[in-house]
């Protein structure tokens, strides 16, 4: 089993990927160029070990049912492919089959709804990632919410309209 930063030392030789540092000492690498929804590779790596790789798109992985594989046992070579593998599934070079909604993102930089303003001209834009719904300024997040129901009622009290 690999430590914690050696897991973080492997996904940061791979340069295609940004690390995202999120809530409790967890961290994300994302592969921005991602031809679909999903961008996480790695997600929630923690200190204690744990963390998992997205593989819903690679054939033959061992997934649960949200496309993630726990990693938490996994050797450094064993790793290594497991990443590539689920970068070659996420690029767009390599599709297969073409889905529908990866290509309305690719072409349209925000799906519609997501931008939201308020009467001073600010924007914040909502995403939803990983079966959260986030609100973004800029790159940081403000906010996380479960439903986009919280997340839009959140935002009209702070004086933002869908833009």
Same mark, same amino acid.
């Given at each position: 089993?690999?430590?914690?930063?050696?897991?973080?030392?492997?996904?940061?030789?791979?340069?295609?990927?940004?690390?995202?540092?999120?809530?409790?000492?967890?961290?994300?690498?994302?592969?921005?160029?991602?031809?679909?929804?999903?961008?996480?590779?790695?997600?929630?790596?923690?200190?204690?070990?744990?963390?998992?790789?997205? $593989?819903?798109?690679? !054939? &033959?992985?061992?997934?649960? *049912?949200?496309?993630?594989?726990?990693? =938490?046992?996994?050797? /450094?070579?064993?790793?290594?492919?497991?990443?590539?593998?689920?970068?070659?599934?996420?690029?767009?070079?390599?599709?297969?089959?073409?889905?529908?909604?990866?290509?309305?993102?690719?072409? $349209?930089?925000?799906? !519609? &709804?997501?931008?939201?303003? *308020?009467?001073?001209?600010?924007?914040? =834009?909502?995403?939803? /990632?990983?079966?959260?719904?986030?609100?973004?300024?800029?790159?940081?997040?403000?906010?996380?919410?479960?439903?986009?129901?919280?997340?839009?009622?959140?935002?009209?009290?702070?004086?933002?309209?869908?833009?």
């Amino acid at each position: 089993m690999l430590t914690f930063e050696q897991k973080l030392a492997v996904f940061a030789s791979f340069p295609e990927l940004t690390r995202k540092d999120v809530s409790l000492g967890r961290v994300n690498f994302q592969y921005d160029r991602s031809a679909y929804d999903k961008k996480n590779v790695g997600y929630h790596l923690h200190p204690n070990g744990n963390g998992f790789v997205y $593989a819903g798109r690679v !054939p &033959g992985a061992a997934t649960d *049912d949200k496309g993630f594989v726990n990693i =938490r046992d996994y050797g /450094e070579a064993e790793l290594r492919e497991l990443i590539a593998a689920s970068i070659r599934s996420l690029s767009p070079e390599d599709e297969t089959e073409t889905e529908p909604e990866a290509e309305a993102s690719a072409e $349209a930089p925000e799906a !519609p &709804g997501q931008t939201w303003k *308020d009467d001073q001209g600010r924007t914040l =834009r909502l995403a939803l /990632e990983d079966d959260h719904w986030f609100v973004y300024a800029d790159d940081l997040v403000d906010s996380a919410f479960e439903t986009i129901e919280e997340a839009e009622q959140y935002l009209r009290e702070e004086g933002f309209f869908p833009a």
